[in-house]
């Protein structure tokens, strides 16, 4: 079995969240380049513009998450960069985009990724102009094994009280590593909270991040635990 654990500015101090399934999101990126005919802004009939292929696919794509996807179900197409053109009469040949998309099951996984693909083959299709897309499979989903859980649930109420175990919260976006773990082991992963006030909470990734270390008391006594419950069991 396998288990790991994440301080979590979500969640106050001395409390942890536990749950069973899916618990982090699988996560994929992307890089676009639309390749259209450059020249003067003046004259744009002479021209296949790429800044406006590039603008058609972020509109046309965030329709895969809102009407491709089961509205009970979590996806993200985010575009994180766009680049194009040097100057403001100068309609340039290329326009290159990257961004990540994240999901919560294989299935999904594949359907966003045809979207986006075929998506941009409509786009360049419908301007003229062509693409060159690059897409890469990172983190599959982390889902914790149901008694993995139940065992950690058990473990970490000996550190916080009962009362201080959170089992109802709801997956995050996010994406993390150990779920290749969980894919190749029974397995269970915890997030430890380290916010003092969740109206101001601790922001992860940011430049403000910032946590007391007595809460990793907390994480690795729950991790010792979990060992032993498990070896106690087996």
Same mark, same amino acid.
């Given at each position: ?18 749950? =069973? ?37 972020? =509109? ?57 693909? #075929? ?44 009362? #201080?175990?959170? =089992? ?26 380290? =916010? ?18 007595? #809460? ?15 070896? #106690?069991?087996?």
């Amino acid at each position: 079995a396998v288990f790991g654990c994440h301080l979590w500015g979500e969640g106050l101090e001395n409390t942890a969240q536990i749950m =069973s399934g899916e618990m982090m999101a699988g996560v994929d990126v992307f890089d676009l380049e639309f390749i259209g005919r450059g020249g003067h802004g003046a004259h744009p009939h002479t021209t296949i513009d790429p800044i406006v292929m590039a603008a058609k696919f972020i =509109s046309d794509i965030q329709c895969a998450i809102s009407r491709r996807l089961r509205p009970v179900d979590a996806g993200v197409i985010t575009i994180g960069s766009i680049h194009a053109g040097t100057t403001f009469n100068v309609i340039p040949q290329n326009a290159l985009l990257s961004g990540t998309v994240r999901f919560l099951s294989e299935e999904n996984q594949a359907l966003l990724q045809k979207a986006i693909e #075929n998506t941009a083959k409509a786009v360049a299709l419908e301007f003229g102009g062509e693409f060159r897309l690059d897409y890469k499979r990172e983190y599959p989903p982390l889902i914790n094994d149901a008694k993995m859980a139940l065992l950690a649930r058990r473990a970490f109420a000996k550190v916080l009280g009962e009362d #201080n175990v959170i =089992s109802d919260a709801k997956p995050t976006m996010g994406a993390e590593d150990f779920a290749y773990l969980t894919q190749a082991r029974k397995g269970v992963y915890i997030f430890v909270g380290i =916010s003092k006030d969740l109206k101001n909470p601790t922001r992860h990734h940011s430049s403000t991040f910032c946590w007391d270390d007595e #809460n990793l008391k907390v994480l690795m006594q729950g991790d010792a635990l979990m060992a032993l419950e498990f070896l #106690n069991q087996a």
